[in-house]
């Protein structure tokens, strides 16, 4: 659905060259919520804006279902962009337009015949659970319901791609999870295929399929967001799972003696008792210092971290015997 294919962008600081995208190569499947997640300045916004064609690449291509936006003439590209809907963090809403004007407002500059528009807003305003605030203003609505607007109004012209621009990084943790639900919930009835840039983990983790993480203008890993999350390669990927996981201050918490291990459970294993009848045939104690049961998308998926107590011998055998039960246990440092 969307192939980058070596993309690199330089921006000229003063007379000096910045490399922003470094040979970013990246095929984004039909139907599939992919995240891109990055600190600031990685790069996340550039590459978005190569993707929808606002921004063009110094080299390589980028090629929506086929067609490459950087090689249209300006009235060509315009109607390719209209197949690339785009919410963004701060909603961009027109302040003076209600709702329904907001919502209608892509489908007016693509003159769409005004019968179609109003059914259509009304469609997507039941959508997005937004029927009864048509006639509002803006400045009337909390902001999950603007980021709903924004997404309404973004599927007006049935996009074959929604981008998402740190859609929820304005949102309080209750109102950006209902918005998440509400683009996975799209994702798989409209089967819209979804890109979003976060720099946020939970996000990811969330309603993502599969994730790039960008650092320094390049994608440093790609994968399904299960092996990436469970098995981090690169340092900033780890630096961002630690976050997640909120393993900050975990290290004053743990004795001098006891072996600390991160022990993951997944889909049925997340309700069983594992960890407690390993120990048992081992031999060894354990003091519980965080646990979680969260889920990755739809699958259900449980962390523990935990100390062992117990001869060194016997601790080797129960992380051995673990992993043999199929769970994934990683021995934290020190
Ligand atoms: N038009 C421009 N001219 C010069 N430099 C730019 C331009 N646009 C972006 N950059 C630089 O490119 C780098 C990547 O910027 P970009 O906005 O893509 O990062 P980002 O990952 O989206 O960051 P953030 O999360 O803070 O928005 C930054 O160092 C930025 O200063």
Redesign the pocket.
């Known amino acids: 659905m969307i192939e980058i294919r070596h993309v690199h962008k330089t ?3 003063g007379a000096a060259p ?1 490399e ?1 995208l470094r040979d970013i190569d990246l095929s984004v499947k039909r139907g599939e919520i992919f995240g891109i997640i ?10 978005l ?1 190569c993707i929808n064609g606002l921004e063009k690449p110094s080299a390589g291509t980028v090629a929506v279902q086929g067609i490459v936006l950087s090689d249209c003439a300006p009235k060509r590209l315009q109607v390719e962009r209209r197949k690339i809907g785009m919410i963004f963090q701060h909603f961009h809403l027109l302040s003076s337009a209600t709702v329904f004007e907001n919502i209608a407002f892509p489908m007016r500059l693509a003159k769409a015949p005004k019968a179609a528009v109003e059914a259509r807003v009304r469609d997507l305003a039941s959508l997005v659970g937004l029927e009864s605030h048509l006639a509002y203003y803006p400045a009337q609505l909390s902001g999950g319901q603007k980021q709903r607007v924004g997404i309404a109004r973004a599927l007006a012209n049935d996009p074959l791609v929604l981008l998402c621009d ?1 859609a929820t990084s304005a949102l309080d943790p209750q109102t950006t999870d209902s918005i998440l639900q509400l683009l996975l919930e799209i994702n798989e009835k409209l089967g819209l295929t979804i890109v979003l ?1 976060t ?1 946020e983990m939970h996000v990811i983790r969330a309603i993502c399929d599969r994730v790039a993480v ?1 650092d320094g ?1 390049r994608i440093v890993e790609c994968g399904d967001v299960v092996d990436v999350f469970l098995r981090p390669q690169h340092p900033t990927t780890r630096q961002f799972v630690r976050q997640g996981n909120g393993d900050g201050e975990l290290a004053s918490f743990r004795s001098a003696a006891g072996t600390m291990l991160r022990i993951t459970f997944q889909g049925e294993q997340t309700y069983e008792p594992l960890l407690f009848d390993t120990v048992r045939a081992t031999g060894m104690s354990f003091s519980i210092l965080q646990g979680s049961i969260s889920r990755m998308k739809r699958i259900p998926y449980g962390q523990l971290i935990v100390e062992l107590h117990g001869a060194e011998e016997a601790a080797r055998r129960t992380v051995d015997s673990l992993r043999g039960r199929g769970l994934d246990v990683e021995v934290m440092p020190c």
């Open positions: 921006f000229l600081v910045f922003a990055g600190h600031s300045g990685a790069g996340k916004s550039t590459l804006r740190e840039i720099h960008i203008g």
